[in-house]
């Protein structure tokens, strides 16, 4: 019993707690870590360029920021309506509506200046070749920490989400990225597949020093006064607290299967369902439909991974990394 | 926090809903709106907020306004909250109508709920010189908006679809009645969407500026999602949200669906 005493009296504080986490890479030199002050990243077409949230919270208290998907041209997206809701969750048909990596290369990355959090553009391409050019356009930008390679856009055809089905495509592309790219690569994965370890697994092999899972999962709503598709667009991809189980699921499965870092995402609302993708195998955890509902919503889920960190007893955060399993 | 001081129903279906609140980022202007999460206690359903253009305000009161008809789930449950019941919401967001150009004879033309930020329009111009043409389904429906536009003393026009006010018809045929004999200087315009085209078509053929809010499916309410995008008639063809940029924007500048 005295023993138990004195383990309460040296009760960590909140000012010992460390939220950092490490997400490795694959390359040899430790420069190209991505070091993240916490595991939060804000996830692709969810934030827009920062700008907008800027106005609720200072997003540099984020682990990372990632933009909006951006492919070699400028895209004006999908007809409306683009968003449908169901419970618990949202389908969207956004169709990648951005500026084109010129433009933004030009326009949205001098915006990210003044940020102090390392930041990583998502892109998405129609063809593999797309995927190339992207990739030699983002090469040496100073501005950017890493790029994450969307293989799993529901809401584009012929592209997208049809080359993250197929392990040999997922290879080829990541693969060809990895030549052209020397920064940090994230692989996003779709979950509309059989077996996403399968995915994972190719990218690793291929050379991606981190894959994210889950994008929306397919979906659909019908207006059924109208007796129509809701969308514009007939399908969408869902998002949202919904879908977070399926998320944790994935995550979970690939953990031990691969070596390199998973970045979670799916659902993530509160700061336990940071620790549960950490538990279940997530370096990063990624926060998107939150931010459409409740733009103020980082801070708030930092501040709820510190009550559970205080209240297990937890210094460092990374140490629960795959606990679950 | 804002919190319940009414939500009562003023025509069939339709509410008023009058909120306190301690403090603003800035003073809401007409046209904006706010994002109003509809579902209590951290559910998850609906999940998305709803947004609700302002009605009215009043600043030494520390009131807003919003009159909404109850036509989903999540209007349902927002016309069940009860006085004192706090509220999350987000704004004033979105660009608001213009006020401070020279206008002269002006009309406003609303139809249904978007009769809504008409009102706190029509207040804030300060105009004598404007003519108010308002349609709905019923008698019923107008009732309340007819009282809250006569006690501003603007000149006030009424038309019902299913019954004989001024006509038996649409806001939009009761405006045209007027059109030719008193042509405006500006308009400004809320409504159906097929209304609205009517309304852009007839101004850009006779040379009448103005302004129109748009009703679309949102996503965030705050520029992130790209939900609300509109296609705009602009050389470079660049979309416009209709939660920044708009949801007031200039005849003929985003294309309309009829």
Redesign the interface.
Known sequence: MPEKQSKLEQKITKAELNLSVVMQSQQKSKQNNLNLKNPLITASGTCGNGQELANFYDINQLGAFTTKGITVKAQSGNQTPRIAETSAGIINSIGLENPGVENFILEVLPETKEYTLPILANISGYSEQDFEVLAEKLEGREELAGIEVNLSCPNIKGGGMIFGTEPEKVYQITKKVREIYSGYIIVKLTPNITDITTTALAAEAAGADAVAMINTLSAMKIDIEAQKPLLANTFGGLSGPAVRPIAVKMVYQTFKKIDIPILGLGGVKNGSDVIEFMLAGATAVGIGTINMTDPAAGPRIIKEVEEYMLKHQIKDLSSIIGAAH | MFKIIANREVGPGIFQLVLNYDQLPQKPEPGQFFNI?VSQSGS??????RPFSIFDFDAAEKKVEFIYRVVGKGTKILSELEAETELDL?GPLGSPFSLNKNKGNVHLIGGGMGIAPLYYLSKELKSSNQKVYLGAANKAELEFFEEKFKGLGVELHLAAMEEKLEIKGSALVLWLNYLEKNTPDYVYTCGPEKMLVAVERECLKNNIGGELSIE?????G??????????TKAED?K?KRAC?EGPVFGLGEVVLSA
């Open positions: 999460k998850d359903d609906p999940l998305l907020r987000l679309k499916r949102m996503g965030c705050i520029g992130v999602c790209l939900s609300c995008s509109c296609e063809q979309n920044v």
